[in-house]
Nanobody
Framework: QVQLVESGGGLVQAGGSLRLSCAAS????????MGWFRQAPGKEREFVAA????????YYADSVRGRFTISRDNPKNAAILQMNNLKPEDTAVYYC??????????????????????WGQGTQVTVSS
């Protein structure tokens, strides 16, 4: 089992940046792929980004590619989402998630939230125009 705690959300003006962190418990962090999803009011939870166990492969939603960067630090049991050039439509609760996929290539097809079994409590990101 892995437990996840997000931090780093807040209020920022359009064009600004935020850095979200996800702290994971347990000694098997490096065996989990890590991801970020977001959910705006009245909308379904949607995929934002994911990173493979080693950090060597990353995947992004089209809406954030080129603006957001996902990374991980396995010795520190942490996953990071660096968000630049934020837009009002990025406003949502952001959730950190973890899952064990047998092969890293499966991560590319796992952009629906039901593929992921471990979730943090979420952190609010609000972007003002």
């Amino acid at each position: 089992q892995v437990q996840l705690v997000e931090s780093g959300g807040g209020l920022v003006q359009a064009g600004g940046s935020l850095r979200l962190s996800c702290a994971a418990s347990g000694r098997t962090f490096s065996s989990y792929a890590m991801g970020w999803f977001r959910q705006a009011p009245g909308k379904e939870r949607e995929f934002v980004a994911a990173v493979s166990r080693s950090g060597g492969n990353t995947y992004y939603a089209d809406s954030v590619r080129g603006r957001f960067t996902i990374s991980r630090d396995n010795p520190k049991n942490a996953a990071i989402l660096q968000m630049n050039n934020l837009k009002p439509e990025d406003t949502a609760v952001y959730y950190c998630t973890a899952e064990r996929f047998e092969y890293d290539y499966l991560l590319s097809g796992s952009k629906h939230y039901h593929y992921w079994g471990h979730w943090g409590q979420g952190t609010q990101v609000t972007v003002s125009s």
